[in-house]
């Protein structure tokens, strides 16, 4: 049963349980001997540099996390 879950990235260790889901229902373990928890795996995303910029003018100007992702779902 231990066999298919992930060793953890860490320390190594085959000491995992399960520990949940993330927003998107893959399985959280967390390492029992480091205390690391992890997504076997991830899916990263990267957001550029301009992006980053844009949302830090827009923050600047006062305007909500709410409605820079309101508008980031229309550009």
Known sequence: ??????????????????????????PKYKCQSCGRQFVESPTNKVISSQTKDLIDRLLLERISLAGIARTKACL
């Open 1 to 26: 049963m231990l066999s298919d879950r992930p060793n953890c990235p860490e320390c190594g260790s085959n000491h995992i349980v399960k520990n949940g889901t993330i927003h998107n229902k893959k």
